[in-house]
C-alpha cells in the first residue's frame, strides 16, 4: 500500500511563509511527476505548481515568484515553499504523486491540509 501524509498547513497573516510537505511511504518502485493542487469550496481543483522527476517545474500564473516546489528523491517527500502569501491563496492543499509499482503508473493523493491567509 501507498500513502501519502501532507503536513504544514495552517494560519498565517498575509505577506507571511508556510511550507508545505508531503511524503510518500508504503510499496514504492519509482515515482514521477509530484504537484501541489489547491481547492475552494465551490470551485475546482486547480494546479498550483509540479514537479518532473528530472526537476523541471511548472507554476500556475498566480504563484509564480512567490512559491517554489522541489523534491527530495531519498525522501520521497515534494515541498512547496509558499512566500508572500495572499489572503486568495487560501485553500486546501493536496499532493499529488505518480507511482509506478510492477510496471502500473498510478497517481495518488495526499489527504489535503488547511492553508488560511488572514489578518
Known amino acids: 500500500q501507498v500513502q501519502l501524509v501532507e503536513s504544514g498547513g495552517g494560519l498565517v497573516q498575509p505577506g507571511g511563509s508556510l511550507r508545505l510537505s508531503c511524503a510518500a511511504s508504503g510499496r514504492i518502485h519509482s515515482i514521477g511527476d509530484m504537484g501541489w493542487y489547491r481547492q475552494d469550496p465551490g470551485k475546482q481543483r486547480e494546479l498550483v505548481a509540479a514537479?518532473?522527476?528530472?526537476?523541471?517545474?511548472n507554476y500556475a500564473d498566480s504563484v509564480k515568484g512567490r512559491f517554489t516546489i522541489s523534491r527530495d528523491n531519498a525522501k520521497n517527500t515534494v515541498y512547496l515553499q509558499m512566500n508572500s502569501l495572499e489572503a486568495e491563496d487560501t485553500a486546501v492543499y493536496y499532493c499529488n504523486v505518480e507511482i509506478t509499482n510492477w510496471g502500473v503508473r498510478i497517481l495518488y493523493w495526499g489527504q489535503g491540509t488547511q492553508v488560511t491567509v488572514s489578518s
Open positions: 514537479i518532473t522527476s528530472d526537476g523541471t517545474t
